[in-house]
């Protein structure tokens, strides 16, 4: 017998939720040790987050290895393969966010404890809704990731932008957190039970009025419409993402996608697969009109920043369709491979967004935002290697083999023909044509980057372990789109083993 397999038997409860208590003890001690530490540059506060990231990384791994499902605190918290590999990548999405904003929060007084002890809370919340088994258990989550990006979002209290977006950002999500909560008490109060096991076992009897459970599943449904950014939840997510700092804009951006991702994996396929004929339909609707809204918009953008933030519209819509192709006439046969798809989509746009706004914030330098689509003008020729890397960044969000982003939309689109139902070939139709006006906007960056003519000669400076994790950032979007089979078959793996229980 193990280590891990003697203390689920003596101790499961605590072994379960032992990641996240880790987590929550880093935190606070990082968060005690700043106060002690005078040095404004902050480098023991970032390097002892750094190490607490990874050994949270590295027993998320750990707990994935082996392989198991366990229910814990009277099956209010689930530790599962999916909640496992989710964690993972969230913690090096937050060990990584942090790496390239250094250097721009040193330069913008952002550079304070805060930003460090926010970054790993709101990485607790993601964590907690990972784990969630119980509706009042994500709820939970989502208010502790919300809260810690409302701080950081307005921590920059003489900034008017940061200041307007932190207050759009905190009343919409609060809104969005209302429809969710809402929609989660219709549930409740329909199948009698706040256990999202419980709720998929009482929908599946039958015997509980439909219009109810629809009702409840459209709040539901908005609600996780608003925190993944999709049309029409969207208003938010371009004025957020320009307004907040960038180094924060990260932060929205990256791991908190991860978590929309499960918990829609966690209300809708745990615990509504009996109602899939509907949530699939409005998914449906909720991903065409974020890919078509989404892309067009973002042609028209001169800000760098809400370009990405339109298109980061767009290729959630895109990941929708994993999730819409899970049921097909009343068969799961479809499920591990369409919600597999997704969680690779999801993950490989995280990768990339990463070094996307990794990107933005090297070229950034004290007084001076770039973050305008003109500064990338002539980039080549000031800095071919920093260039050649956005150019993958780019061509990846494109869909452009061989990046990975070709094959994460690859695989949704499979999803989505091996159905073989009519409605299901057209949506696939739809979605490639309109990743081909998507293709345009990235595209342009290429060229302005390579074809025109420098604006800005000032130097670019950046430390070793920034240029270190942004080469290698590059090199994982080429490297996971020539060689996808690894990644896959982990996410098939989390997913298979996760539906399986």
């Known amino acids: 017998m193990n280590t891990l397999d003697h203390w689920l038997k003596v101790a499961p409860n605590a072994t379960a939720i032992a990641p996240l208590t880790l987590l929550l003890l880093l935190a606070c001690a990082v ?30 791994l750990w ?28 913690c090096i999405a937050t060990m990584m966010t942090l790496a390239y904003a250094r250097s721009y ?48 979002t307005a921590m920059r209290r003489d900034n008017l932008n940061a200041t307007e977006a932190a207050m759009k950002y905190f009343v919409l999500g609060a809104l969005a957190s209302g429809f969710l909560l809402y929609g989660l008490s219709m549930m409740y109060g329909a ?81 509504m697969l009996g109602l899939a004929v509907d949530w699939q339909q409005m998914l449906v609707v909720l991903s065409v009109g974020s890919m078509a809204l989404g892309n067009l918009a973002a042609i028209a953008q001169t800000n760098l920043k809400r370009m990405l933030a339109y298109s980061t519209i767009g290729q959630m819509g895109f990941m929708l369709l994993g999730l819409c192709s899970g049921v097909v006439s009343n068969n799961t046969l479809s499920a591990g491979n369409a919600y597999s798809s997704s969680m690779f989509y999801i993950v490989t746009y995280v ?37 050649g890397v956005m150019a993958i960044f780019m061509f990846s969000l494109a869909g452009v083999p061989p990046t990975v982003g070709f094959f994460a939309k690859l695989a949704v689109l499979q999803s989505l023909l091996t159905t073989a139902v009519t409605g299901y070939i057209w949506l696939a139709v739809a979605a490639v044509l309109l990743s081909l006006v998507g293709a345009f906007y990235y ?38 789109g020539m060689m996808p089979g690894g990644l896959m078959s982990l996410c098939v793996d989390a997913i298979v083993k996760t539906l399986a229980t």
């Open 105 to 152: 929060a040193a330069s913008r007084d952002m550079l304070k404890g805060e930003l460090f002890t926010l970054a790993m809370f709101s990485l607790l919340g993601i964590g907690v809704m990972l784990s969630a088994n119980n509706f009042l258990v994500i709820y939970l989550g989502l208010e502790l990731m919300s809260l810690s990006l409302y701080a950081l």
């Open 443 to 480: 595209i342009r960056i290429v060229k302005i980057m390579y074809f025109d003519e420098p604006i800005e000669t000032a130097p670019i400076v950046a430390t070793t372990d920034v240029r270190a994790i942004l080469s290698l950032n590059g090199a994982a979007v080429l490297l996971f």
């Open 63 to 90: 707990y994935f290895d082996h392989g198991f499902t366990i229910y814990a605190m009277q099956r209010m918290v689930v530790a599962d393969p999916m909640g496992h590999v989710l964690g993972f990548f969230a």
């Open 31 to 60: 968060a005690l040790a700043d106060l002690f530490i005078a040095d404004p540059r902050k480098v023991v506060t970032y390097r002892l987050t750094q190490l607490s990231l990874a050994i949270v990384a590295g027993f998320q």
């Open 191 to 271: 199948a009698g039970s706040l256990e999202i096991g419980e709720v998929f076992k009482a929908i599946g009897t039958g015997q509980i009025n439909k219009s109810v459970l629809v009702f409840g599943l459209v709040f539901i449904v908005a609600g996780l419409g608003f925190k993944l950014g999709t049309v029409p939840f969207h208003m938010w997510v371009p004025d957020v993402y320009q307004g907040a700092p960038t180094a924060i804009t990260l932060l929205i951006g990256g791991a908190p996608e991860l978590a929309a991702f499960a918990i829609c994996i966690r209300l809708l396929v745990e615990g």
């Open 351 to 387: 990768l990339t967004t990463l070094g996307t706004f990794g990107v933005i914030m090297l070229l950034s330098r004290q007084g001076f935002e770039s973050e305008q689509i003109d500064d990338f003008k002539g980039l080549a020729k000031r800095s071919p290697w920093y260039a």
